[in-house]
């Protein structure tokens, strides 16, 4: 089960560090310090275990091919990524018709966001903060090789593997691409926190 509680933590850190570097100096404009994650290389075999895992699960969970909320998911999905590195794979931002709450990444671009998940947030901030997070565990290469540590978690026929660390290097990670889209940053602390009291345990 994801530690909300460091997640929050961890969140709180990184926006600290960005956003007070970013404020003006005293007498002069704001320091330019908002750090992209450094473009990778595909890993062998990223992009091939992404395109089954994708083709398993889209054959077991309804995916959306159209309509309103898909189409915020995109327009969302393309605002960050105009900010972020280039990806191993061009970006495809799909919609789960799914009421439970799950966002989740495969590698190779794909980007997993629930219907649920929608309805659950707040603001097209909270959404963003979530489709960034994702979005982190790809471009950071989350998806090159298994930690002997990391949990598994279920989602619907695929068991993915859930470490700690590596969820929040991808909160760390989505700070940059949030701030760069001109959204709200504290919004994915406002998630992660409602999550932690409702005791959520996905997305």
Do not use: K
């Not at 998911?73 to 191993?88: D, E, M």
């Not at 966002?103 to 901030?125: N, P, Q």
């Amino acid at each position: 089960m994801t530690d909300w509680r460091r997640r929050a933590s961890a969140l709180v850190g990184a926006l600290v560090f960005l956003l007070g570097c970013n404020r003006p100096a005293r007498g002069g404009a704001a320091t330019p310090v908002i750090e992209r994650i450094p473009p990778r290389s595909a890993c062998t075999g990223e992009l091939a275990r992404a395109e089954r895992t994708a083709a398993l699960l889209e054959r077991s969970w309804p995916v959306r091919g159209s309509g309103p909320i898909l189409d915020l998911v995109r327009i969302i999905g393309a605002s960050l990524a105009a900010h972020a590195p280039a990806p191993t794979a061009p970006w495809r931002f799909l919609l789960l018709d799914d009421d439970g709450a799950n966002a989740f990444s495969v590698g190779g671009g794909r980007i997993y966001v629930s219907r649920g998940t929608i309805t659950a947030c707040h603001s097209e901030a909270e959404v963003a903060a979530i489709v960034a997070h994702e979005m982190a565990h790809d471009l950071l290469g989350h998806f090159c090789a298994a930690r002997m540590s990391a949990e598994r978690r279920s989602i619907g026929p695929v068991r993915q593997r859930l470490d700690p660390a590596q969820e929040r290097a991808a909160d760390a990670g989505s700070v940059p691409l949030l701030m760069g889209a001109g959204y709200d940053p504290p919004a994915a602390l406002d998630v992660v926190r409602r999550f932690a009291a409702d005791g959520a345990q996905s997305v």
